[in-house]
């Protein structure tokens, strides 16, 4: 695992109503602080990615449909240096992992449907100053392919 992240199994409780499942908590061990929450979504296939951000964690989660969340640890200073992280995350799988600074990260959308992901993040968006740095997702110096692998 990439130092510094963390994955939280979340619970889900069902009911003839629905379902319920909390994501993410003040008193959570894994909670920083909280900045904005969001969400965006992801197309059968779709990939976002690659990008990281100097100052702000980011805590993923998707609440509809399933992606694949890749972190990889490009930081100079840290044990993980080089590693590679897969998540497969989801309606079948529901987690919340936390992404530290400096860690590129991205996803594609794996489910059939358009995915749904809901993103809280420790520091508010800033448009004059975005905590933002993009990579192309294929054209980089990331060793990952975006492409399935089939076993």
């Known amino acids: 695992m990439i130092d510094g992240v ?24 894994i909670f920083i ?42 930081r100079d200073d840290s044990k993980t240096k080089g590693e590679i992280n897969e998540f497969f995350i989801g309606v079948h799988n529901p987690l919340l992992i936390r992404i530290p600074p400096n860690v590129y990260h991205g996803f594609k959308g794996i489910s ?3 995915a749904i992901v809901v993103n809280v993040i420790t520091e508010p968006y800033n448009a004059a100053e975005p905590d933002e ?13 975006w492409k399935r692998k089939d076993k």
């Open 6 to 29: 963390e994955v939280k199994k979340l619970i889900v409780h069902n009911d003839e109503r629905g379902r319920l499942a909390e994501l993410l908590r003040a008193d959570d061990k």
């Open 33 to 74: 602080k909280f900045g904005q929450v969001y969400m965006t979504t992801a197309y059968p296939g779709a990939v976002k990615g690659w990008h990281y951000h100097k100052k702000q964690y980011d805590y993923f989660s998707c609440v509809k449909g399933m992606i694949k969340l890749v972190l990889y640890d490009s």
């Open 112 to 114: 059939d449907e358009e």
């Open 133 to 145: 740095f993009r990579v192309d997702p294929y054209n980089n110096d990331i060793p990952y392919d």
